[in-house]
């Protein structure tokens, strides 16, 4: 692999872990579950919808990259899902997170905005100009991936092996936008609304855990496949049509319409 792969998987795996490291002992030092923690569980949850997601964005990875077995749910990745996409969720999603709630909240004092306003806000600028970052440039722009047919029109450098989607931003950035405000929407004693909600309804800290964490991996679950959703109808209307003619990576054919 190349020093950019080995560099993108590894951005991958440490960040992830260290996600959920730091969110495991933020919820031992509190004696419960952690807003950070419950995202991390989230974002891992939904990682399955990234197969799907990458066929019908027509997105390549290159060969060199180590892959999922067979078995995973849904591998319609073209060529295999990669390896690191489970645990590089973790450091996907909830990066942004973190900077949007600490960015949300800071506007939200400075500024006496309604902190829900100014979280959501936040997050969805925040989560689209990430998107852009890391798909856009890191992506196909540097080679970690390639899109191989995108809507005419509504991508940056169409027609050519780095074209990017500029949907594909929005979405993610919704996605972010979400998980932002569950990291940052927190109460005095630091739960979130999905915590709060749980406690209401449960009669001891176990119960309360058991239900906050089948919410969080609803939610995470039920909203990426609503911003996947509009790629899917895309794809199967045969409108993502604009692309390169040449193979996106020398010896490997590129996913068929």
Known sequence: MTPLLKASMGFAYVTGIAFLIVGVYLSYRHRRLHPLLLLCISAISFSWIEAPYDWAMYAQFPPALPRMPSWWPLNMTWG?????????????????????AGLGRWLSAKFHWRRPIALLTVGLVVGFLWALLFNAILGARL???YYGRVIP??????????????YDSIAMGIQMMV????LGRTDSEGRNVIEMWADKRSTSRLQASVLSVIAVVVI???????VFAPHLVTKL???????????LFPGVPNQPF
């Open 80 to 100: 295999g899902l990669p390896s690191s996409v489970p645990i590089g969720y973790i450091s996907y999603f909830v990066l942004p997170a973190i900077i949007g």
């Open 143 to 145: 080679g970690v991936f």
């Open 153 to 166: 029109g509504l991508a940056i450098f169409e027609g050519t092996k780095h074209q990017y989607p500029l």
């Open 179 to 182: 998980f932002t405000y569950l």
């Open 220 to 226: 995470g679950n039920v909203l990426y496949g609503a």
């Open 237 to 247: 209307g045969g409108w993502v049509t604009a692309g390169p003619t040449g193979q």
